[in-house]
């Protein structure tokens, strides 16, 4: 936890939670094992400190700028937007959220938004994730509309927004056995009606076929 953030009312996304040092020990020990370091860093110096300390992504990112961007890149450390996370807060929580929760959030989104599509333009690699369990942003459907928001809202094509789930794998070193049909890998993969390269929301199909290492789950 890099940063403050939007779920918790003594907090903010511009307050550092760890300093550099702190983070550090965290990352070698990490490393060490062959694990994954994952920085929640929505604001400023989090993000910075983070990148400094060696994380392998940003979550969120949402003030990341231009330096930070340049850094990104030279170290090959992944941005994951969530974008959907602070969308679904801000559209749909204004009558149900506590107001400080739901003013937190709507005041940075647009930032966010022209943010992370900034740093997508500039080269870093962006990771497909969703923040599930954030509000109105549940673990069973909401992946198939981050990628949607990717492409409205970020700017990719189709096949760039499906890239980053490929991003994903490679992020968590696993793009040898998932992330992609290829051979010798797992065969997860889904069945749809409509050309997904063409129309994003061809993956929210409700009675699409989906297959886990070869076989049909439903």
Known sequence: MASGGVMAPGDYMDEAQLTVEEMKVAVYEAHN???IVA???EGNPGIRNAIEAGVDSIEHGF???EEEIKTMKKNNIYLVPTIIAAVYVVEKGQSK???WEHQKMANAMNDAINNV?????????IALGTDAGTPYNYFDITTPNELEMMVERIGMSEFEAYRTSYNAAELMKINDEYGSIEKDKYADFMII?????ENIKAVQQTDKEVYVSGRKEF
Not at 117 to 125: I, P
Not at 193 to 197: A, G, H, K, W
Request: glycine share 4%; net charge positive; charged share 40%.
């Open 97 to 99: 959220l506590p107001k």
């Open 33 to 35: 094992k062959h694990k």
């Open 39 to 41: 920085a929640h860093a």
């Open 63 to 65: 003030y990341v700028d």
């Open 117 to 125: 599509r900034n740093a997508y333009k500039k080269g870093v690699k």
């Open 193 to 197: 009606d409509d050309n997904p390269m």
